[in-house]
């Protein structure tokens, strides 16, 4: 297994111990809490470094190209969904941010069984940062820096939304017409 593929490894594993962290104690333990952000940070960091490395070493595998993927989903869906049992996130944002990852899932999906590989877009790359940024933001929950949680969280939001759209509209031909 190469580097890129053990840090995508590293994310994964890195989750139930994020999460424990995070919910410990009905998440009213701070100390806990800073854990948590900084696994976050750290699985985070992972994420972007191993599609660097896998991309300037030509180490890009099969397992990579599903698993990384896979473990940064699993990454965001899982702190959003303790962000919601913390009362921190409302429901309805989170199914849409969750619903959105499921639609490009999809249309990655058919375009891979077409042959097509759909690239990550610029508004995708903002969203992971916003999102990241708010769920670090709402994890640590320091009072002075509540408006810029709940500003990131509002652009990830519309970022969530806009990077949708935009993946339809550039991708749409794969689904009515099997091919771009």
Same mark, same amino acid.
Not at 62 to 78: H, Q, T, Y
Not at 133 to 139: D, P, S
């Given at each position: 297994?190469?580097?890129?593929?053990?840090?995508?490894?590293?994310?994964?594993?890195?989750?139930?111990?994020?999460?424990?962290?995070?919910?410990?104690?009905?998440?009213?333990?701070?100390?806990?809490?800073?854990?948590?952000?900084?696994?976050?940070?750290?699985?985070?960091?992972?994420?972007?470094?191993?599609?660097?490395?896998?991309?300037?070493?030509?180490?890009?595998?099969?397992?990579?190209?599903?698993?990384?993927?896979?473990?940064?989903?699993?990454?965001?869906?899982?702190? #959003? @969904?303790?962000? &919601? +049992?913390?009362?921190? /996130?409302? *429901?309805?944002?989170?199914?849409? %941010?969750?619903?959105?990852?499921?639609?490009?899932?999809?249309?990655?999906?058919?375009?891979?069984?077409?042959?097509?590989?759909?690239?990550?877009?610029?508004?995708?790359?903002?969203?992971?940062?916003?999102?990241?940024?708010?769920?670090?933001? #709402? @994890?640590?929950? &320091? +009072?002075?820096?509540? /408006?810029? *949680?709940?500003?990131?969280?509002? %652009?990830?939001?519309?970022?969530?939304?806009?990077?949708?759209?935009?993946?339809?509209?550039?991708?749409?031909?794969?689904?009515?017409?099997?091919?771009?």
């Amino acid at each position: 297994m190469n580097l890129p593929n053990k840090l995508t490894t590293l994310r994964i594993i890195l989750i139930p111990f994020f999460v424990g962290c995070l919910l410990y104690q009905g998440g009213e333990n701070t100390s806990f809490r800073y854990i948590a952000a900084g696994i976050f940070i750290v699985a985070s960091l992972t994420d972007l470094l191993d599609g660097k490395i896998a991309r300037k070493y030509n180490l890009v595998t099969n397992f990579g190209k599903f698993m990384d993927p896979l473990a940064d989903k699993l990454l965001v869906c899982s702190a #959003l @969904i303790c962000l &919601i +049992e913390l009362g921190q /996130l409302p *429901a309805w944002m989170v199914i849409i %941010i969750i619903s959105r990852e499921f639609i490009i899932s999809g249309f990655r999906l058919v375009a891979s069984d077409n042959g097509i590989v759909i690239a990550a877009s610029y508004w995708g790359k903002f969203k992971t940062t916003f999102q990241m940024a708010a769920v670090i933001l #709402l @994890i640590v929950r &320091i +009072e002075a820096l509540a /408006l810029a *949680a709940d500003i990131c969280v509002w %652009i990830a939001l519309a970022l969530t939304v806009i990077s949708l759209v935009d993946y339809i509209v550039k991708n749409h031909k794969v689904l009515t017409e099997g091919s771009m």
